[in-house]
């Protein structure tokens, strides 16, 4: 069975560090797109960061451009978050994603992802 776990959510005050991982297991991830999303109260859950099967190529919403940085150690199955000079607008879960047809023009979307974390829940305060 494949599962995703997401770990390393807590709360944190703004201007903390916090880095997120993403255990994989059931089969090996190596040739997936993975990424992030997240999801506050009432709002639709959004990008964040995705990342290339190979790792060579990242990609980011403009919020957290120049503060996250996403990476993969794929001999672990594992993807992480570092996640720097938090904002309280970065409150909210964060969810950890797989799929092996993404690319460019969909990694964005969440309903392209065939794999999801149940959630690590990250509460910034000001």
């Known amino acids: 069975q494949v599962h995703l776990v997401e770990s390393g959510g807590g709360l944190m005050q703004a201007g903390d560090s916090l880095r997120l991982s993403c255990a994989a297991s059931?089969?090996?991830?190596?040739?997936?797109?993975m990424a992030w999303f997240r999801q506050a109260p009432g709002k639709e859950r959004e990008f964040v960061a995705a990342i290339s099967s190979s790792g060579r190529s990242t990609y980011y919403a403009d919020s957290v451009k120049g503060r996250f940085t996403i990476s993969r150690d794929n001999a672990k199955n594992t993807m992480y978050l570092q996640m720097n000079s938090l904002k309280p607008e970065d409150t909210a879960v964060y969810y950890c994603?797989?799929?092996?047809?993404?690319?460019?023009?969909?990694?964005?979307?969440?309903?392209?992802?065939?794999?999801w974390g149940q959630g690590t829940q990250v509460t910034v305060s000001s």
């Open positions: 994603a797989a799929d092996g047809d993404a690319n460019i023009a969909t990694m964005k979307i969440p309903w392209e992802y065939d794999y």
């Open positions: 059931g089969r090996t991830f190596s040739s997936d797109v």
